[in-house]
């Protein structure tokens, strides 16, 4: 540990320059006294660090001391001090990690590449996360990893609705996939590659059986294959009557597909409302969803949406009757 940090240490001096021991104790979460410590061993390793104290002192390298990270342009500078830890990093525990290999890239570039940094990200930012998207909870994700890295199959317990139907299977973790910072699981079962939703799984078990991985299963192939299908054969269409008022807002409450069909030429009724079929993933996600636009909009098919989102009305108008 002390080594990761001695090394975190000099990039750090390497890629800013002078700086305080409070702000290396601040950088790398330890005490001043532990920065002094540090300074110690890197002067006694023969590294020409120097520590000044009093108005304008610090801790700093002397100006050869440098590394040169040969061959990027401007212009691949820039694109690399854009990056920010992706939420997804965070949530596999790698953020500490990806942000120390970042700096270690910032140390070995020259002076003058190195200087794009500040200017850099004080002029673009980059934000993968949607509005309003709150972050998913993914207790089982350690489990999961473990059981990729081991080639272990898992049993897995999987919420599909919001009264916590469960199902529990067995799984062959194939892989994971974060798309638009929510996470996938790829698993095997019964021979077929399956896909759900990590946030879905409340319980995940490794198991002592290995299984062979398909030497023919490739990940990214697998996975813009299966998007590509998800997309253009959704699992549940529902055809609606959308009142005019409601169309501008209509991504919001039922998705980014219906963003596009709200935005196509349609001929409206004698009413003024307009006949979508609208994709979901399934029946449940339909019900939740349109539940959230009241009567701005009407049901026509299927009968069992129909029927489903009349019940979850009664039940709510008296479940507030008592």
């Keep these: 540990m002390r080594a990761d940090r001695l090394l975190s240490l000099l990039m750090l001096l390497q890629s800013r320059g002078q700086m305080s021991a409070q702000e290396l104790a601040d950088e790398l979460e330890v005490s001043e006294r532990t920065i002094y410590r540090d300074i110690t061993a890197l002067s006694s390793s023969g590294v020409p660090v120097y520590a000044s104290r009093g108005p304008g002192g610090g801790v700093r390298l002397i100006e050869e001391y440098r590394t ?14 854009m990056m920010n830890i992706p ?40 934000d993968s996360s949607w509005w309003f998207q709150s972050e998913q909870q993914v207790p089982c994700m350690s489990t999961l990893q473990q059981a990729l890295w081991q080639d272990k199959r898992l049993h897995i317990e999987v919420r599909w609705d919001f009264f916590n139907t469960k199902l529990e299977q067995i799984a062959e973790p194939y892989g994971l996939v974060a798309k638009a910072n929510v996470w996938y699981l790829v698993y095997g079962r019964e021979g077929n590659p399956h896909v759900v939703r990590v946030s879905q799984i409340i319980e995940a078990k490794l198991l002592n059986e290995t299984f062979i991985r398909p030497a023919e299963f490739d990940l990214v192939e697998f996975w813009e294959s299966w998007c590509e299908k998800y997309e253009s054969n959704p699992p549940f269409i529902a055809r609606v009557r959308v009142a005019p008022e409601a169309l501008p807002m209509l991504a919001e409450y039922v998705g980014d597909r219906a963003r596009g069909l709200a935005s196509q030429t349609h001929i409206p009724d004698s009413d003024g409302w307009v006949t979508l079929d609208l994709p979901f993933e399934s029946l449940i996600a339909a019900r939740s969803r349109l539940l959230g636009l009241g009567r701005a909009v009407e049901v026509l098919e299927p009968e069992s949406l129909r029927k489903s989102l009349i019940d979850f009305a009664e039940q709510i108008v008296e479940f507030y009757k008592k």
């Design 68 to 81: 040169t990270l040969t061959g990027l342009t401007p212009d691949e500078t820039r694109a690399l001090f």
């Design 87 to 126: 939420a997804p990093l965070t949530q596999l525990g790698m953020d500490e990690t990806f942000k120390t290999a970042l700096l270690k890239l910032s140390a070995a570039l020259p002076d003058t590449r190195r200087a794009e940094e500040l200017r850099t990200r004080q002029r673009i930012h980059l």
